[in-house]
């Protein structure tokens, strides 16, 4: 490849990283763009993670993480405006905004490459992506949360409306949450398909 093709690469890479980037911050600041609410006061479905999980796609691991990270701390700004809520509880902690974020990024580049080897149809290794991809989100944020919260649950268990202690909090999560993390999995494995095929076709034309 010459270095004008790299450079080309480069600035093209850079720019799709900045439209992905951009249609973060409108989900996440514009209401209903980024996140279906349930149930009233629990964390909305986050349609945010198919974005992601489709640009980490098309531009693979690395690409998938940075979007990861610009997801984490744009949540972890949203969650400061947002306070007395769920979402201000958990998402205003670093680790629990960013760190299950990075790795679904990261997962989901890397994912579709690994599968490619096993020879499985195309749309069912995008729609596997999707699925744990949403899977290991809402994991990573139960189990960090548990974790972080550990020690001092109450806060946490109240806004949930739940009364618990530390021994059985992780169970908590998962049960509160869990209705969240259920729909997402089935909208990753059925919408990242249905989005990253064309989108996919597109992108390794442009890459020839």
């Known amino acids: ?98 760190l299950p974020r990075v790795f679904v990024g990261w997962l989901a580049g890397g994912l579709p490459r690994l599968l490619v080897k096993t020879k499985l149809p195309q749309p069912f290794s995008l729609g596997l992506t999707g699925l744990l991809g949403a899977i290991a989100n809402t994991m990573l944020v139960i189990l960090l949360t548990s974790l972080i919260f550990m020690g001092n649950s109450a806060p946490l268990l109240n806004l949930l409306g739940l009364k618990g202690n530390t021994d059985n909090l992780i169970i908590l999560l998962m049960l509160s949450l869990g209705v969240n993390g259920i729909a997402e999995a089935i909208g990753g494995a059925v919408v990242v398909p249905l989005l990253a095929i064309p989108l996919k076709h597109v992108w390794d034309r442009r890459q020839l």
């Open 1 to 98: 490849m010459s270095k004008l093709n790299r450079t080309r690469q480069r600035a093209q890479r850079i720019a799709i990283i900045g439209i992905f980037s951009a249609i973060l911050l409108l989900q996440t600041f514009v209401p209903f763009l980024g996140y279906l609410t349930i149930i009233p006061g629990m964390p909305g479905i986050s349609l945010i993670l198919i974005v992601v999980m489709v640009g980490a796609i098309l531009m693979g691991p690395r690409d998938g993480a940075i979007l990861g990270l610009i997801w984490g701390i744009v949540s972890l700004i949203h969650a400061y405006t947002t306070p007395g809520t769920v979402t201000f509880i958990l998402f205003t902690n670093p680790i629990i905004a960013i």
